[in-house]
């Protein structure tokens, strides 16, 4: 065999490994390939939690999203089936760098090759991820494509400009398709009604330990479906795509409101609640994605370290302007951005923050705790 054809032959195994990034601003990277083969595209955004990737991947908000993990390692510690937040992955694809299909967990179930192969996800790994972060904190969230069936820059870019725009979408409706289901001891102290816009399965898990039972309608249920359920309080979940683009949801949330039950919103939850004040929203330059994110808690004037996972933010003039109905709870300690609101004349609050963590500190879970009460005092009020 000639040199030649060897070298030819090394290049298109090498080649057959390889994928290809290409950011919307048009920046390209290389890299090696793992999970599925194909092409990806969505809206990249950033994780800097440096545990956490299963419950990442499996969290529907991060439906249509590529994630790029800031930790260097994934996949180290495998993959655990009873720790998924959902039946699926939900991310578009994975951007990291270094991957890992050995584990050393004795309880993981499959190593994360096989996981992102059973649930079609795309990988492009040992590319240079400090490099990527930087950019996209200098220029914000952006569109990008990954694949591993062309690694040719202009064909990726007549790719990348037929996709759809990355804000004004809708999504929680795409994912939230179950009917109605019940989840718990129908003979529980309390029955919440939850409105699922894309939610995590350890929501329900800490509802069910406050001794819950929980009826969970999917997005699009109206007011008058959840006070079938005769519910003591209502939950509004966190999920996926652009609040101010839910119409549907926030005249709902709004006639909920007006029942006086107690309500909670979580993230998607909590923005949906700040619309349905007349509180507008607005996408944020890169979001907020983490388990180490800071918060002021004006109630209790301590800080409180949390788990978040948002691209969109309410407007902050827009909270001051309605002081006479809306106090401003929780804050963020990085760039002063709402965190949390309640209504002064209703039983009613929400948090921009994941309490229930998984991944992340449990020093917010007491909200769930202050929710019950809520919910408590109602039932004695009536």
Request: charged share 25%; hydrophobic share 35%; with cysteine.
């Amino acid at each position: 065999m000639r040199p030649y054809t060897i070298i030819l032959r090394f290049m298109e195994h090498t080649n057959a490994d390889r994928a290809a990034l290409l950011l919307e601003d048009g920046s390209f990277y290389l890299g090696k390939a793992a999970g599925k083969k194909g092409t990806s595209f969505g809206e990249i955004c950033i994780n800097t939690g440096m545990t956490g990737y299963q419950e990442i991947f499996t969290d529907p908000s991060y439906y249509k999203q590529i994630l790029l993990t800031t930790n260097v390692h994934v996949g180290n510690y495998g993959i655990a089936h009873n720790e998924m937040q959902s039946d699926q992955a939900y991310i578009a694809g994975l951007i990291c760098k270094s991957f890992s299909e050995e584990f050393s967990r004795h309880l993981a179930d499959s190593n994360l090759q096989d996981f992102l192969e059973s649930n079609q996800i795309l990988c492009i790994h040992d590319v240079d991820t400090r490099s990527i972060v930087r950019n996209i904190r200098e220029k914000g969230a952006m569109k990008c494509i990954i694949s591993s069936e062309t690694l040719d820059k202009e064909q990726l870019q007549k790719q990348l400009a037929k996709t759809p725009p990355i804000s004004g979408i809708e999504l929680a409706s795409e994912i939230s398709i179950k009917p109605f289901y019940t989840r718990g001891d129908k003979n529980a102290p309390y029955r919440l009604a939850i409105l699922d816009f894309g939610m995590k399965e350890d929501m329900i898990r800490t509802f069910l330990d406050k001794g819950c039972f929980v009826g969970v309608f999917p997005a699009k249920a109206e007011a008058k479906d959840v006070m079938g359920f005769n519910p003591d309080g209502i939950f509004l979940s966190n999920g996926p795509g652009d609040p101010g683009a839910m119409d549907y949801a926030i005249k709902t949330v709004q006639d909920l409101i007006a029942t006086d039950k107690p309500i909670f919103g979580i993230c998607l939850g909590h923005q949906l609640l700040a619309l349905a004040n007349g509180i507008s929203t607005h996408k944020m330059k890169n979001g907020h994605r983490g388990t180490n994110h800071p918060v002021f808690n004006y109630l209790t004037e301590k800080g409180e370290i949390t788990s978040q996972n948002h691209g969109y933010a309410v407007n902050d003039q827009d909270v001051l302007a309605k002081a006479d109905l809306i106090e401003v709870t929780h804050r963020n300690l990085n760039d002063n951005t709402v965190e949390g609101i309640r209504m002064k004349n209703k039983p009613v609050f929400s948090v921009q923050f994941h309490p229930e963590a998984n991944p992340g500190p449990n020093d917010s879970r007491y909200l769930f705790d202050t929710f019950i009460d809520l919910i408590k005092q109602s039932k004695l009020n009536n």
